[in-house]
């Protein structure tokens, strides 16, 4: 399995910025695609986007949104540290939530393919 830990995750107010990372290690040839969910009190978890990673390589060619964030975010990696960041910018209150980056097979943008997660990282938006 792929061990994924979050990182960045804090405050910011209204129409501010943060950037998540999330570090990759282990068997990373066993999954295709690195993605971010998120998770708010009350609500479903939300897959937020993705991105291909295959044969260990990230390709920022092949990236997926969930329409709330389609504008706002971005998601983008690093093959040399195998690390995928997620850069939210114009954040909102409704973006407050617990967001986890996740791994998976087969295709990056459909978010039922995500099946390995890390602990999450806290963004709260006031």
């Known amino acids: 399995h792929v061990q994924l830990v979050e990182s960045g995750g804090g405050s910011a107010l209204a129409g501010g910025s943060l950037t998540l990372s999330c570090a990759a290690s282990?068997?990373?040839?066993?999954?295709?695609?690195l993605g971010w969910f998120r998770k708010a009190p009350g609500k479903e978890r939300e897959g937020v986007a993705g991105?291909?990673?295959?044969?260990?390589?990230?390709?920022?060619?092949?990236?997926y949104y969930g329409d709330s964030v389609k504008g706002r975010f971005t998601i983008a990696g690093d093959p040399a540290k195998n690390t995928v960041y997620l850069q939210m910018n114009n954040l909102q209150p409704e973006d407050t939530a617990m967001y986890y980056c996740?791994?998976?097979?087969?295709?990056?943008?459909?978010?039922?393919?995500?099946?390995?997660w890390g602990q999450g990282t806290q963004v709260t938006v006031s």
């Open positions: 996740a791994s998976g097979s087969l295709a990056c943008g459909r978010w039922s393919d995500y099946n390995n």
């Open positions: 282990g068997y990373t040839h066993s999954s295709s695609c």
């Open positions: 991105i291909v990673f295959a044969g260990g390589i990230i390709d920022d060619g092949h990236t």
